[in-house]
Nanobody
Framework: QVQLVESGGGLVQAGGSLRLSCAASGRTSRNYGMGWFRQAPGKEREFVATVNWSGASTYYADSVKGRFTISRDNAKNTVYLQMNSLKPEDTAVYYC???????????????WGQGTQVTVSS
């Protein structure tokens, strides 16, 4: 089992920045692909970004490309999501996920965190 705990969410004005962290514990594996997803009220959960086990490969949703950066520190078992130039439409609960490969599909991930709220005011 892998436990994932997100942190770093909060309230920020449009144009501001936040950095989310996802700390993994338990049966951790540096070979896991990691992803960030988000879910806004009344909407489906959507893919945000993913990174492979080494950190060398990343992929982003078009809506966040150029503004968000995903990275990982395997020595600390932590994945990060740096979010810049935030927009009100980025408001959502952000979830961290771990799976056997990095993927845009939520079904590829076996483990999920509890989520952290990000609210961007206009």
């Amino acid at each position: 089992q892998v436990q994932l705990v997100e942190s770093g969410g909060g309230l920020v004005q449009a144009g501001g920045s936040l950095r989310l962290s996802c700390a993994a514990s338990g049966r951790t594996s540096r070979n896991y692909g990691m992803g960030w997803f988000r879910q806004a009220p009344g909407k489906e959960r959507e893919f945000v970004a993913t990174v492979n086990w080494s950190g060398a490969s990343t992929y982003y949703a078009d809506s966040v490309k150029g503004r968000f950066t995903i990275s990982r520190d395997n020595a600390k078992n932590t994945v990060y999501l740096q979010m810049n130039s935030l927009k009100p439409e980025d408001t959502a609960v952000y979830y961290c996920a771990a799976g056997s490969t990095y993927s845009v599909m939520s079904t590829s991930y076996n483990y999920w965190g509890q989520g952290t709220q990000v609210t961007v005011s206009s």
